[in-house]
């Protein structure tokens, strides 16, 4: 302030007058000062309108800046009325009322009326870049208008492409007033069917007088549109549809990828309708994303359903819906592909050291433990001892301490996960398939123990002619060799054949695997009743038969794991032999 300011102090209401309520001061001065001085603050850009009359002496009225200098009025020292009309920004000023005549007892009038015009005018769009075809939308959009938000007339809205020529578009004329503070307003702005540039786009809030704010800008640019590939034009939801098409960047959507995109499924904590659609379109077009089979299978059985989906862990599960729970996804998923749902067992399931093949594949490798799954076992040495390459492809180590298991129903491949958990006793000994081996054991080959557990847990699914739990007894009760190598092989087979020389030669010279079943009662110490064996060869020079006995080579009984049989041995023992039909030699 000036230094001959007098320091009056003119307390202007901080918003100028709503409705143009008009202050009126008036002044006596009982001093010989020649200027009266009136400061005030305009806290934003304002109309202004100053009135001196009722003057008993000559006088004149001056507005000034806060560095002092005369930004309006004049020296006409005239006694009749005098008036300022003038906008002024934000910032501290002052009145100066001149008294020429310098006379005491001096009166006049000042009057003052004026319009806070709006600011803080704020806008951003929703995104700095948009496809050609979206809808810019204007979002945080507030005025403040300190006469009230009822006092605002509209937006002006200029739009500037490519640094162009400015167009005038559509104006906002509808505003929704803050409900706790009326200075406040909002409002809603789009800008449809922009063709592909760069934009600025400029705003002016004015009030009903026509005052206004500054403008304020926001930039933003439109693109093309991208180009749509199948996951655009197919997959609804967009966490699953990113996450497939990041996944499917090398053409395959494998183990893990399937893993991912389901684990996408379950934001929020449920799998909603669309997501459940997209996951079945996904497998519907497994081939065109190169889905390995077994793959493609376990990620069915997870989205479209399976039998053994009703019971997880002991407890309900249930196949999976529109609402699903994350739960109940993530359990399908630990299911079908981590191996978590292991078959009941009174034993302690510990980790299994080793390999799944030690020095290739053998039947030698079986050796049956406390379950009467011979039948099983059997088949299995019965693959291994002349195919043992679909031993070997049966199974695909996942990386993780998993496999995925390949058997066949009614010759189409089918497929599970075991993990590397097996049934041990107290002491730490497998107590099924082979038994008497030390869990911990580096060692150890764990082929035949793993495809054991893999039909344990396959015999929930109904089709393998057990019990239909996931249960070690629930394949405790016998079967039919030939139903073994079906399930292994997808190769036909025939069951409980009568006993005749010449067919059982003609089958194993033509490649045929064959397990023959023994009698309730046998006539030779060394043969096990009830039991399957495996015909591993026949010499036509000594005409004897070469058996193995599914318990092993060494199995710490008196029982044999090798017999060499003649004819009449076999008759006197055995009732009945199964066979694959279809030769491979």
Known sequence: MPADFAGNSLHVSRYLNVNYITQILRDWVGRGDKYDYYSFNLSGRSSLNLVLDGLSANADLQLLNSNGSVIAGSYSRRKGAESISTTLDRGTYYIRVYRADRKKNTYYNLKISGNEAPQSLQLGTSQTSYRAGETISLSNTSIFDGNGAADLARVDFWLQKDGGDWQDINDVVNFVVNGSDRRYASFEYRLPNL???????????????????????????????????????????????????????DNIIDRHDAIAILREAKDNSVVDG??????????????????????????????NGDPANQIYQGNTLGNLYAGSSDIQIENLISKWFLGSDRPTTPYTYQYASGSLFQNGISYQDVKQG?????????????????????????????????????????????????????????????????????????????????????????????????????SYNGIDNGGYVSDALTHITGLNTSFANLLNFDSIINAFYSG?????????????????????????????????????????????????????????QIQANFSYWDATTNNIT
Not at 231 to 249: L, M, P, S, V
Not at 295 to 303: G, P, Q, W, Y
Not at 411 to 430: E, K
Not at 521 to 529: A, H, K
């Open 370 to 470: 406390n379950l009467n799954d011979c039948f099983y076992l059997a088949g299995l040495a019965a693959v291994a001892s002349r195919l043992s390459s679909t031993i070997e492809s049966m199974f695909i180590d996942n990386g993780d301490n998993t496999f995925t298991v390949r058997f066949y129903n009614n010759g189409i491949a089918d497929y599970l996960t075991v993990d590397r958990y097996l049934p041990t006793n107290q002491q730490g000994y497998f107590v099924y398939a082979n038994k008497g081996r030390y869990h911990n054991d580096s060692s150890n080959e764990l082929w035949v123990a793993l495809a054991e557990k893999a039909y344990a847990q396959l015999n929930q699914a109904g089709w393998i002619s057990q019990d239909r739990t996931n």
């Open 195 to 249: 063709s592909v540039g760069n934009y600025l786009l400029s705003a002016k809030a004015y009030d009903k007088s026509g005052a206004s704010t500054d403008s304020v800008y926001t930039s933003f640019n439109v693109l093309l549109p991208p180009i749509q590939d199948w996951f655009d034009r197919n997959i609804q939801d967009a966490g699953i549809r990113e996450t497939a098409k990041w996944r499917f960047a």
């Open 512 to 568: 045929q695997m064959i397990g023959l079943s023994t009698k309730s009662t046998v006539t030779d110490y060394n043969i096990i009743s009830n039991h399957a064996y495996v015909l591993l060869d026949y010499n036509s020079s000594t005409q004897t038969f070469t058996l193995f006995n599914p318990w092993g080579i060494d199995n710490g009984s008196s029982k044999p794991g090798m017999i060499q049989l003649n004819w009449s």
């Open 274 to 303: 669309s997501e459940l659609t997209d996951l079945r379109t996904l497998i519907s077009n497994a081939s065109f994303l190169g889905m390995p089979e077994h793959v493609r299978i376990l990620f069915h059985k997870v989205v």
